[in-house]
């Protein structure tokens, strides 16, 4: 299922990358990944239990696109830059997500 997701995550990410990378703005690409490609990326996994190496390997698929994004490898400078354009990584969002679904689940039983 974490296979699946990634590919999918990188397949969306470098069609947007394809088509906008060269005329839009960073803010641009991270709202265009924010909102179609993180959503692929986590799709279904509150449901499973990650183990730590799971849930940072989604966040290295997250850092690298940054890496790539903002011609970098640095890791601080990219943090640096997540945390200005509030962009959260995956383990955060899916964090959210799974409270989220354990509240929805107490309230119906």
């Known amino acids: 299922m974490?296979?699946?997701?990634?590919?999918?995550f990188y397949r969306v990410v470098n069609a947007i990358f394809g088509k906008v990378l060269s005329t839009a703005s960073?803010?641009?690409?991270?709202h265009l990944?924010?909102?179609k490609c993180i959503p692929i990326l986590?799709?279904?996994?509150?449901?499973?239990h990650?183990?730590?190496?799971?849930i940072q390997s989604l966040d290295?698929?997250?850092?690298?696109?940054?890496?790539?994004?903002?011609c970098t490898n640095n890791l601080s400078t990219v943090d640096e830059c997540r945390q200005y354009f509030s962009f959260e990584l995956p383990s955060e969002l899916l964090c959210?997500?799974?409270e989220k679904l354990s509240r929805?689940?107490?309230?119906s039983l």
């Open 2 to 8: 974490l296979a699946y997701s990634k590919r999918s």
């Open 26 to 30: 960073v803010e641009v690409v991270l």
């Open 33 to 35: 990944v924010n909102a």
């Open 42 to 48: 986590l799709y279904g996994l509150e449901a499973y």
């Open 50 to 54: 990650l183990n730590k190496a799971d």
């Open 60 to 70: 290295f698929c997250v850092y690298r696109l940054l890496m790539k994004l903002l």
């Open 96 to 98: 959210k997500r799974t």
């Open 104 to 107: 929805k689940l107490n309230v």
